[in-house]
């Protein structure tokens, strides 16, 4: 089948099976390589990428349920926010010598988390939790992704 999306600003058409996932897609052709296949099962958040706003695990979704059209973001599109370069760089701080292959999850969640509309409710460290859900780290686990998240995002009064 073939759809039309747009991923971060570029439009683009897309030609695949229907049953091939999403993560594939957006590694090849699509070369969106922050997007990263881990458990595979949408469980560990190293593929995550936003669709139409909303966060998705890209190995759990297939080409046939991606509305027409539909806008695509990936790390490569956020990593210039300043909360998302802060999430990340905190990350980093404290995991200067892993496989950095939860990051461009972490970034997206990050974005996702901070995007306009995402804001002033629910807290900043309830939302948290609550996207690390299906998110974590491989090599340290998901307190590390917690604590990169609270260090940059929030707020003390
Ligand atoms: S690879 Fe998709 S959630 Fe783990
Ligand atoms: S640093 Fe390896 S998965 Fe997070």
Redesign the pocket.
Known sequence: MRKALIVGKEAVAVEAEAEASLLSLLREPLLRKSVVR?CANGECG?CRVMVNGAIFAACKVALRDVPDGATILTREDVDHEPDVTAVVRAFEAE?PT??????GGLAVTAHHLTRPEALPSPPMAEAIDDALTHAT????GRG?LRRALHTALVRKP
């Open positions: 881990g190293a995991r892993r496989c950095r292959l939860c990051v780290c491989m090599c340290t590390s």
